[in-house]
Structure formats: C-alpha cells, structure tokens
C-alpha cells in the first residue's frame, strides 16, 4: 500500500495510545491495506484538550487573509497528490478509479478554493439604532472546537466540505472519518497539515461508534458537525445537546418524470441516479416515480441505458459501477430486493450479488418495477445501485408519493412545462428540486441540507452557507458619546 497508510500508523496525530489496531480490506480486492490504530477515550480528552487550548488560540489569532492562503494551499496539494489519493480512494471505498475518485479528489481541490474565497468576503452589517449616539456592528468569530464526523461513501468530498469552512472560519478540529475509509482521510488530512495549518488545531482519531459518541459528547467540545445516516443522527444530537450542530442525515430522494418530459433524458438520469457510486449516496435515485401514460416507454429507455452500467474492477477505465463498500450495506441490499420480491415487484435486470469477482460485494445495477409504498424499497434508504420504479396518474398523486417519506434532501423531476415544474418546487418536501436534470446533480457552493419536517437535517453545506453555521454572528453596541477621540 502507499505511503498514506504508513502516515495512518506513523504517530502523526492521535491514534491510539493503548496500541490497538484493526484490520483494514479492500471491497474491490479483498486484499489487506493496512492495520489501523483505534483511538481510546483518553486520546479524544487529549486532542479536545489540545485543540481547545493551543489549537484555538493559533486560530483565533490568525487573520482570516491567512487562513484562506493556507486554503488555497491545501487544494493546490491535494491537485499535486491527485493520482495517489484517487488509487486510495478506489481501493478502500471501491468507486470507480477514472470516472469518479478522481474527480472527487479535484472537486475537494476545489471546494477548499471556494472556503478560501468566502472567508475574505465574509461580510456582515452595521445597524441603525433608535439611540444615535450607538453604533451598532455585528461581526463573526469561531464556534470553538468541533468535531466532526462523515460517513465511508464519499471520503474525501465529504469532509473536505466540513473542514474547509471549519478551519476557513478559524475553528480548531477534532475529526473522526469511517472506519471504512481511514487512509482517504489520513491523505486529506496530510494536505491540511503540509499546507501549514497548525497541528494543535487539526486533529485525527480512527475509531468506531463508540470514539464518536465520547468526541460528541466531550465537554471540550463548542460544536458538532455530522453527515451520515438519520438514525446515528439522532443518537449524535442527543448526545450533542445544545451545542452547536450541523446535521445532514439520509436522503430518499424521488425523480419524477412527467408524461412532457424528455423521456429519454429522463430515463438517463435515472440510471445515473441509481448507478453514480453504487447508489452509495444521500442523493441517489432511491424512488422513480413515473407517470403511468409513459411508463412503458420510459421503461424501454431505462433498460436501454441500463445496459451501459458496467460492473467491474472500479480500477479499469470502463467500469461504471464497482463493488460495495461493506458487508452491512449489501446485506441491506439482499434484504429490500428480498421484500420487494415477496410482496410482488418485478426484477427487470440484476437482481443479486455478481459471482466471479474477488469479494462478495459486486451488486449489478438492478430494475425493478412494481413498487409499492408498503415495501422497504420505498420507504428506507437503500444505499445500493437498485432504481425502484413506482407509477403515478397525475401531480397531485405525484407530490403525494414523493411527500410520503420521513427524509427530504434532494428530489427531482423531469417536465417541459415551467408551471409545472414549479408546481413541484413549491410542493415536493426536500432541502433542493432539480429541474430535468439526476438527483445526484451536485456543485460546491450552493446550500444543501434537509427540508424541515424530515428526518435529513439542518444546516446547510455548500459555499458561504456553510461557513455562516460554522462561524458565530455577533454584535458590538459602541456608545460614541462615551468614547474618546
């Protein structure tokens, strides 16, 4: 393996002071790739410790003209160390080498880019008062220490969209990736510290749910900042209590392809919905509901396009779909194919783990129809390339569907007509709508999180957003008269 899981064992930062280590494989080959050190509840005291004292004085101190040079001193890193850390990311995530982990590698690039143009703008407003001899100033500073927390599906992306705006802000960090991809985030997190930032203030723990839950709950800790599944989001803000808290949970998102809509787009989108990482992905086509008048023909250019969704080794440059990350995820899959098949849906292709390949986590691409609200297919999140197609007769039973979820991050629908399409805009319960276009559409600076009334989240990632939950909003009333000149 290369040098990055070295650098995971080396003592570079917190990991594991009682020597305990686990084993870390390869989905894509089985292979092993490193011994990974566990983080112990003293190593969490220490890094809290550390970076709520010399960690946040070395911030706080620091202008935020600084901080976004050291920014745009990690992506331009990270862009040099491109090749190395997209191999990584394949072998130990599993996604395809040349059609996705290299872009997630530029797209976090990028998204330190975008944090080190916000953190100079950030502007905030003087105020008018009723007495005119006050000044009113508002102005922003640190939340303090966080401790952040992201999910094994997007490695790198993910927590380069936390720690970008989290140390752009002048915030000290305590970070703690999936234990599925530790040395994809042992590789970001190098870049953070040869760009300059101060290792009192960047810290990184390997550990499982048990290091997260005593990170969360540390009296250290200022702030939390968490992306992964709802139901671990839950037990995090509970945990968390009134800290501060960013939280983007699960997503069930609908496309929904009207009878004037571009059929044939529409059914790309679809798959590439359903195929774009494994379907591991907050924003996969989970649902697709169809407008019965043109169910059959968007089922032919499903099928069609379906047929393009190669499974393979993510390391070849025609490989579209890899395998899995883990066992629990494909397991999860078996189990919704297994309920939909029971209560009567239609496998149209796929349908069961692929034999032949060196793990048992190579799931194809899989169709079916004849969905229902009763099946897990429809009402959980199932995290794999599985596109479930459901029927509706017109908008309103549309909404009704796309609505009959507890999770509301990102939908989309596909329609030629603008009334329509705001007609779901306004309607459908997700933080983002997206007009004819997948609900995998994703770029770096606009906001993102859940819809109120779901289970999703709150806050906002993207751009300026995040920065403006990571940073806290202060005023300063300055009595004039008062002063001297």
Not at 77 to 85: M, P, T, Y
Not at 299 to 318: K, S, V
Not at 374 to 398: K, S
Request: hydrophobic share 45%; net charge negative.
């Amino acid at each position: 393996m290369t040098h990055i899981a070295e650098l995971l064992i080396d003592g570079a930062w917190t990991l594991g002071a009682d020597g305990r280590t686990v084993p870390l494989h390869s989905p894509v080959t089985g292979e092993h790739l490193a011994d990974v050190a566990m983080a112990t509840v003293d190593d969490v005291d220490a890094a809290v410790h550390t970076a709520a004292g010399a960690g946040a004085d070395l911030m706080e101190s620091m202008p935020p003209f600084e901080r976004a040079a050291l920014l745009r001193r990690v992506a331009d890193l990270l862009d040099e160390r491109s090749g190395e850390l997209a191999d990584t990311l394949t072998l130990e995530q599993g996604k395809p080498r040349h059609s996705e982990a290299a872009d997630e590698v530029a797209e976090s690039a990028e998204i330190f880019r975008w944090a080190a143009e916000e953190v100079v703008r950030l502007e905030t407003p003087s105020l008018p008062g009723a007495d005119p001899n006050k000044l009113v100033l508002t102005h922003r500073r640190p939340n303090g220490v966080y401790a952040l927390l992201t999910p094994w599906n997007f490695p790198m992306n993910i927590p380069a969209e936390l720690l970008a705006p989290a140390l752009g802000g002048g915030n000290s960090l305590v970070f703690k990736p999936s234990e599925f991809t530790p040395l994809t985030a042992a590789g970001l997190v190098r870049a953070v510290l040869d760009a300059g930032f101060p290792p009192e203030a960047v810290h990184l723990l390997h550990g499982d749910a048990a290091v997260g839950a005593s990170l969360v709950g540390h009296r250290g800790v200022d702030a939390v900042a968490f992306v992964g599944s709802a139901t671990t989001a839950e037990a995090v803000v509970r945990n968390a209590g009134l800290k501060r808290t960013l939280i983007e949970a699960s997503g069930n998102g609908p496309q929904i392809i009207c009878d004037d809509a571009d059929l044939d787009a529409a059914a790309a989108a679809a798959v590439y919905g359903a195929s774009f990482a494994g379907g591991q992905c907050c924003v996969a086509t989970e649902r697709l509901l169809v407008q019965e008048s043109v169910h059959e023909q968007v089922l032919e250019r499903i099928l069609h396009h379906a047929e393009q969704a190669t499974l393979g080794d993510p390391r070849e440059p025609t490989t579209v779909v890899g395998p899995l990350n883990n066992e629990a995820v494909a397991a999860q899959v078996d189990e919704h194919l297994a309920d939909a098949r029971a209560r009567g849906a239609r496998i149209l292709c796929g349908g069961e783990r692929a034999p032949g390949f060196p793990t048992d986590l190579y799931w194809p691409l899989t169709v079916i129809d004849g969905v229902t609200t009763d099946m897990l297919l429809f009402t959980d999140e199932t995290f794999g390339p599985v596109l479930p197609i459901t029927t509706f007769t017109d908008d309103d039973e549309a909404v009704a569907l796309a609505n009959d979820s507890n999770l509301g991050l990102q939908a989309a629908v596909f329609t030629s007509s603008l009334r329509r399409a705001f007609h779901y805009v306004h309607r459908v319960r997700a933080g983002s709508i997206v007009v004819n276009d997948s609900t995998d559409f994703w770029e770096p600076h606009p906001p993102f999180g859940g819809a109120s009334r779901t289970d999703s989240g709150w806050g906002r990632i993207g751009g300026k957003y995040t920065l403006l939950d990571m940073t806290d909003l202060r005023t300063a009333v300055i009595d004039i008269q008062a002063t001297r000149d």
